[in-house]
């Protein structure tokens, strides 16, 4: 059965993407964020979490372990799910992609994170919800605020480092 002929004539843009976006944790009560580098898609300088796209034939887990790993150089250690968002991002005000986000909190060992593409980040950070950097990403606020109380929840559970 061949798409039909609107459907081939859409953009890329114009299509419904799956992403996981993390927010990376010590067990301790901090979470990293990255500085988006010049070569950032966009808005460069700002602090933000991680995220990515799933790849066909991966599973949202898989793409989760696989995206911190590309991003922090992490092995995930444990992972709560926190949800999931509908993404829109406009340009002009024209609609032109629409993402939908599956959104966990992750504990990495602090140790083994860095910054595993240099090419998209210049620095990264450990933070608590009270002492976030600025500028932060314009979709940071919204991941915060919808999950505010289940972030807290994994945030305040200390883990100690030989779990």
């Given at each position: 059965?061949?798409?039909?002929?609107?459907?081939?004539?859409?953009?890329?843009?114009?299509?419904?993407?799956?992403?996981?976006?993390f927010?990376?944790?010590?067990?301790?009560?901090?979470?990293?964020?990255?500085?988006?580098?010049?070569?950032?898609?966009?808005?460069a300088?700002?602090?933000?979490?991680?995220?990515?796209?799933?790849?066909?034939?991966?599973?949202?887990?898989?793409a989760?372990?696989?995206?911190?790993?590309?991003?922090?150089?992490?092995?995930?250690?444990?992972l709560?799910?926190?949800?999931?968002?509908?993404?829109?991002?406009?340009?002009?005000?024209?609609?032109?992609?629409?993402?939908?986000?599956?959104?966990?909190?992750?504990?990495?060992?602090?140790?083994?994170?860095?910054?595993?593409?240099?090419?998209?980040?210049?620095?990264?950070?450990?933070?608590?919800?009270?002492?976030?950097?600025e500028?932060?990403?314009?979709?940071?606020?919204?991941?915060?605020?919808?999950?505010?109380?289940?972030?807290?929840?994994?945030?305040?559970?200390?883990?100690?480092?030989?779990?």
């Amino acid at each position: 059965m061949g798409a039909s002929p609107a459907r081939e004539s859409r953009p890329l843009n114009d299509r419904v993407g799956i992403a996981v976006v993390f927010l990376c944790h010590d067990g301790c009560g901090r979470f990293v964020l990255a500085q988006r580098g010049v070569n950032a898609r966009n808005e460069a300088g700002t602090w933000d979490i991680g995220g990515g796209a799933l790849e066909v034939g991966e599973d949202v887990e898989q793409a989760l372990r696989r995206e911190i790993m590309e991003e922090y150089g992490a092995e995930v250690l444990d992972l709560d799910f926190l949800g999931y968002r509908d993404v829109h991002y406009d340009h002009a005000g024209v609609p032109m992609q629409h993402w939908i986000s599956f959104d966990f909190c992750v504990r990495v060992r602090p140790e083994q994170v860095r910054i595993a593409e240099p090419h998209k980040f210049d620095d990264l950070g450990w933070f608590t919800l009270d002492s976030l950097p600025e500028p932060i990403y314009s979709r940071l606020p919204e991941f915060i605020d919808r999950h505010r109380d289940k972030i807290a929840t994994v945030l305040s559970h200390r883990v100690p480092m030989s779990a």
